[in-house]
């Protein structure tokens, strides 16, 4: 079971990152996907996820309406467009799933495999 997040990089305040998150070893299709940011010095703090049917999604306050998460199950991956990015969106993003097949988790506690993290460095 592995995951990797990736799709980071640097970008100016305003511009746009899309974050893949592909599955290998298992089919993603069954599990809900959630998406992850750390700064340094802070905790990490949910940011959004997506049900295993793609029919329910979530978003931190700090995501609505510039943060989109879709899946492909096709592709065994789950994506988050960010657009609009601003300077506190700076983190290591990582994404995460349950090891429960189509259970929904209602907290970071209830995710139990984690990809690698990918760097977002927006600049102002």
């Known amino acids: 079971v592995q995951l990797q997040a990736s799709g980071g990089g640097l970008v100016q305040a305003g511009g746009s990152l899309r974050l893949s998150c592909a599955a290998s070893g298992f089919a993603l299709r069954y599990y809900a996907v959630g998406w992850f940011r750390q700064a340094p010095g802070k905790e990490r703090e949910g940011v959004s996820s997506i049900s295993s049917s793609g029919g329910s999604t979530l978003y931190a306050d700090s995501a609505k309406g510039r943060f989109t998460i879709s899946r492909d199950n096709a592709k065994n991956t789950v994506y988050l467009q960010m657009n609009s990015l601003k300077p506190e969106d700076t983190a290591v993003y990582y994404c995460?799933?349950?090891?429960?097949?189509?259970?929904?988790?209602?907290?970071?506690?209830?995710?139990?495999?984690w990809g690698q993290g990918s760097q977002v460095t927006v600049s102002s």
């Open positions: 995460a799933t349950p090891s429960e097949r189509l259970w929904y988790p209602n907290s970071v506690d209830e995710y139990h495999y």
